[in-house]
T-cell receptor, first 116, second 114 residues
């Protein structure tokens, strides 16, 4: 069974800091890995998708890396802002009981607070 | 382009009742997945539909069911509600329903069972 772990569970930093959020997964047979952001009481916003054959993806101030062999991904946030405050979720997609579509397995998230 | 929409946004039901939640995917998307989010269990996969067929199912009791229509809209139904069914129910759509597809989530339906 796929287990996804995110460290740290919570992070509080002043504005302007560069941040690293960590995600690890137990089974390297994944199709892809996706990072999401969730604001309180809201749905999930997709930030970055990394296919299993890729090593990293970048979008603006965000950069995500994937090391499938070691079962790790990191999300790097440059020059953090108060508007970045949210819960960041990591999810891996892998095959499941013969299904070629698979499903997303989620970590519990990192709750980020960026204060002015 | 409109995102994934879910209705209703909030629901309060009593134990033993049943409930139906609706999800409209992004235009052109043919795959719809459902997830349950609770503080205790986090996000858990319920089921996935593609072209009106259930392609994958999570470890939930038979009280949880779903379907997809020819226009790709999906509904999920929970019968004989229990207090533990209180959760945020999230729907996600993807373009082709392939293993590499990016998932886009809706705002969710907050279900409270009293």
């Amino acid at each position: 069974k796929q287990e996804v772990t995110q460290i740290p569970a919570a992070l509080s930093v002043p504005e302007g800091e560069n941040l690293v959020l960590n995600c690890s997964f137990t089974d390297s047979a994944i199709y892809n890995l996706q990072w999401f952001r969730q604001d309180p009481g809201k749905g999930l916003t997709s930030l970055l998708l990394i296919q299993s054959s890729q090593r990293e993806q970048t979008s603006g101030r965000l950069n995500a890396s994937l090391d499938k062999s070691s079962g790790r991904s990191t999300l790097y946030i440059a020059a953090s802002q108060p508007g970045d405050s949210a819960t960041y979720l990591c999810a891996v997609r892998r095959g499941d009981r013969g299904s070629t579509l698979g499903r997303l397995y989620f970590g519990r998230g990192t709750q980020l607070t960026v204060w002015p | 382009k409109a995102g994934v929409t879910q209705t209703p946004r909030y629901l309060i039901k009593t134990r033993g009742q049943q409930v139906t939640l609706s999800c409209s995917p992004i235009s052109g998307h043919r795959s719809v997945s459902w997830y349950q989010q609770t503080p205790g269990q986090g996000l858990q996969f319920l089921f996935e539909y593609f072209s009106e067929t259930q392609r994958n199912k999570g470890n939930f009791p038979g009280r949880f069911s779903g379907r997809q229509f020819s226009n790709s809209r999906s509904e999920m139904n929970v019968s004989t509600l229990e207090l533990g069914d209180s959760a945020l129910y999230l729907c996600a759509s993807s373009l082709a329903g392939t293993s590499g597809s990016e998932q886009y989530f809706g705002p969710g339906t907050r279900l409270t069972v009293t």
